[in-house]
């Protein structure tokens, strides 16, 4: 009978010790507590407690943690945006007691200041700038929880303005904004390079008749001195410059016809502007054909050698 009850009392020993050991995992905590009364703060590692006595009220991860709050409100121009604000906080190791007693629930805690914080600051802003100042809106959240949340035990680390989200209607107008000013400098860009090869092309065109002038004024002034230095030679051998220049325009006359002829499919008329100018012209042609004949006769006599009188 004695081995009997020894049996389920060594049991419950063994239950009671079992009991007695605890581990508490890396970065966490443990509050315990004796007859609901705070009793110790336990890290990491094994640990013991009285069993039936003393009992573990609750575990605190010591890592740092993200809490993402979304809230949505309006700015100095009136438009709805919604922010979502990711606060990274952790508990202080030498607070864990506060941080376990003294807030009942830390989000929702940390989530009010947010609003409050969030509220405040981005009506005074306008959507624009909501944007550009997205890290001051940051720093002042921190702020606030830093200085409200470090008594309760709490650290915050960081504040970050994640997302902005405005009104779908609105972030269609910026879109169109956008785009209507791209096209605007697209079409400022696209008008300067037009405004450019106008004024190149002129200067080219410029250039090139300013070249065509010169060219033809250089042309000019060669047949002006070839035509000086042929009315010399004439007038070396005995022809004066009136019968000189009637050679030299049946010359050209004769050049031109040579020159039309070695053309195919090319017709030429010539068509006097009055019957007496018509016959003005004959009679100027067939006075240069005289005075080119005399002018012929005259050289070879010039060029003639004298008779042997002997």
């Known amino acids: 009978m004695g081995n009997l009850f020894l049996i389920p009392i060594l049991f419950l020993g063994f239950l009671l010790l079992l009991a007695s050991f605890f581990t508490v ?3 966490t905590a443990v509050v315990l507590e004796r007859f609901g009364r705070f009793l110790s703060i336990r890290n990491s590692g094994l640990q013991m407690k009285i069993p039936l006595v003393d009992r573990i009220s609750g575990r605190l991860s010591l890592k740092i943690q993200q809490l993402d709050v979304i809230v949505e409100t309006k ?103 956008n785009a209507s000013e791209r096209e605007k400098i697209a079409a400022q860009f696209e ?17 090139s008749k300013r070249l065509q002038g010169r060219g033809i004024a250089d042309q000019r002034r060669e047949i002006a001195r070839g035509l000086e230095e042929s009315v010399e030679v004439l007038n070396k051998v005995g ?61 070879k006599k010039h060029n003639k050698p004298p008779k042997d009188k002997s």
């Open 25 to 27: 995992k890396q970065q």
């Open 75 to 177: 700015t100095l121009d009136d438009v709805f945006v919604k922010l979502k604000i990711s606060v990274q906080y952790v508990v202080i190791r030498e607070k864990v007691y506060e941080a376990f007693y003294k807030l009942q629930n830390p989000h929702d805690q940390i989530t009010s200041y947010v609003f409050d914080v969030v509220r405040a600051e981005v009506p005074k802003m306008k959507l624009d700038d909501v944007f550009v100042k997205k890290d001051d809106i940051a720093i002042a959240v921190k702020s606030e929880l830093q200085d409200a949340m470090l008594d309760y035990g709490y650290d915050i680390i960081k504040t970050l303005v994640t997302d902005i989200d405005p009104d779908s209607q609105v972030k269609a107008a910026m879109n169109r904004i």
């Open 191 to 207: 008008g300067d390079a037009a405004r450019i090869l106008i004024v190149e092309k002129a200067k080219a065109e410029a250039e």
């Open 239 to 299: 022809i004066n410059s009136q019968e000189a220049s009637a050679l030299i325009v049946v010359t050209q006359h004769y050049d031109t016809l040579q020159a039309i002829g070695e053309e195919t499919n090319t017709n030429l008329i010539l068509l006097p502007n009055s019957p007496q100018a018509g016959s003005d012209m004959l009679n100027n042609m067939v006075a240069s054909f005289t005075a080119s004949n005399q002018i012929g006769e005259a050289m």
